[in-house]
């Protein structure tokens, strides 16, 4: 299961970091991203990063939010800088992995947590 974490009440500006871990049995990981979605809204996907290897964003969020992966961890973060209040959804993590090496391999996702950027 995934458990994501970091979210909160933050002004227009500000920063916050969310994390999301992995447990359980767990043999590979491959991609690990982040959704948003907020009200009314369809989930729309904020970062994304592929093996380690590569890393994609949503345009609007280029230069400001940073993904990374700590793979001894089986963890990922998104870094949030200057954020603002159209940044405002929560945020779902999703892993893709294999809990043994004849796993097919199915996407996992988090919990979500609220991020709420105020003007």
């Known amino acids: 299961q995934l458990q994501a974490s970091g979210g909160g009440l933050v002004q227009a500006g500000g920063s916050l970091r969310l994390s999301c871990a992995a447990s359980?049995?767990?043999?590979?990981?491959?991609?690990m991203g982040w959704y948003r979605q907020a009200p009314g809204n369809q989930r729309e996907l904020v970062a994304a990063?592929?093996?380690?290897?590569?890393?994609r964003y949503k345009d609007s969020v280029k230069g400001r939010f940073t993904i990374s992966r700590d793979n001894v961890k089986n963890a990922m973060y998104l870094q949030m800088n200057s954020l603002k209040p159209e940044d405002t959804a929560v945020y779902y993590c999703?892993?893709?992995?294999?809990?043994?090496?004849?796993?097919?391999?199915?996407?996992?996702w988090g919990q979500g947590t609220q991020v709420t950027v105020s003007s």
């Open positions: 990063d592929t093996s380690g290897v590569s890393t």
């Open positions: 359980g049995s767990i043999f590979s990981i491959n991609a």
């Open positions: 999703y892993a893709d992995l294999k809990r043994s090496r004849n796993d097919n391999g199915l996407r996992y």
